[in-house]
């Protein structure tokens, strides 16, 4: 999937350097648009006729000028957030896939339950480890496509036996379910906010610490200005953070797929061989 120079630009810095760098950047905007007020107010001609109508609309413009740069960070909060949440619900509808296609692989005579049921053990717990980020990302990357052909394979050398329990069908769309599920995950994980929408919040971000600065008179305006550069800054940090599915600190949440991985392991293909007596009716005879 292609992303642009600057979204991948962006990716490759540290999220600590993109929050101090957002800061550093209102800092330095806020700084010279108070210094262009202060020249502009030393040059001015007619100081006495600057009247209350032009201070009001000042006013007006930082006003709609901090307006619209709350709608952009609500917009790109809004838009890493939804994804964020999308990268969770896929995390629950793999784990009832793949607990979907174990159960339906217990149909299946020997060699093929057994050997099914522990490729989908060793893949659930690979992907554990590449959603997670710990060790080599690249080498659980492989592992799973190695097993996922694996296990395809065998699928399809478990073809008569399943024709003859007639569970073809939903043995097949059990596995195809795994298998998509698997690909939807890899594409969610690589979305980015476009490279667009970054430079222009950027971009607004300079401009409005600019207007701020030019603005802002008194200890008490600075300490403001200051103030909300910093929860600026802190936004963005949270929004490159959510940015980065495989690479930051918020993860989608992996507990469906540990308790999967918990529920597979505690019931071996053996388990399912045991016969349940039907329990006895009320009244009847021992």
Known sequence: MQDSGLSTWLSSLPILVIGSGTFALMLVAGALGYVMRRWQAAHARHKKRESAESVAQEGYLLGSVLGLLGLLLAFTFGMVLNRYEARRELVTREANGIGTAYLRAQFLDEPYRSHLSALLVDYTQNRIELASGRGDSSAYAIRNDQLLTDTWSEVRAARESAMAHGVTTALLMAFNEVIDIDTERKIAWELRVPGEVLLLLLIYLAATAGVVGHQVDGPRGRRAAFALFALTSLSIT??????????GHARESQKAMLMLLQSLRAQ???????????????????
């Open 268 to 286: 071996p293909p053996q388990v399912f061989d045991r016969s349940i007596p039907p329990p006895r009716q009320l009244g009847a005879q021992p």
């Open 238 to 247: 949270v929004i490159t953070d959510l940015n980065r599915p495989m690479s």
